[in-house]
């Protein structure tokens, strides 16, 4: 069954640098669009980045130019690596994928931008 499970969670200051990690498993990781979204306290959750099989991305403009998605077909994983990270940034950070029409969610990793 496709699993997906984060890592890499925590709290940073205002400005500060943290890097996420995804580890997939359970399907033809290679073949498939991954993506990051979070969710705030009373928000929606909202994409924050995805990368397709052939390695295009796609970033909303809230945090283009800060994250950068990456993924390592050969270790299974996508990696999310957030810099100049800001108060708003705070929330859960989810990885997703969709595979054979079904959505798969990770359980989610906190990260928290304070001083």
């Known amino acids: 069954q496709v699993q997906l499970v984060e890592s890499g969670g925590g709290l940073v200051q205002p400005g500060g640098s943290l890097r996420l990690s995804c580890a997939a498993s359970g399907f033809s990781f290679r073949f498939y669009t991954m993506a990051w979204f979070r969710q705030a306290p009373g928000k929606q959750r909202e994409l924050v980045a995805e990368?397709?099989?052939?390695?295009?991305?796609n970033y909303p403009d809230s945090v283009k130019g800060r994250f950068t998605i990456s993924r390592d077909n050969a270790r299974n994983t996508v990696s999310l690596q957030m810099n100049s990270l800001k108060v708003e940034d705070t929330a859960v950070y989810y990885c997703?994928?969709?595979?054979?029409?079904?959505?798969?969610w990770g359980q989610g990793t906190q990260v928290t931008v304070s001083s």
């Open positions: 990368i397709t099989s052939g390695r295009g991305t």
């Open positions: 997703k994928t969709s595979v054979r029409d079904s959505d798969y």
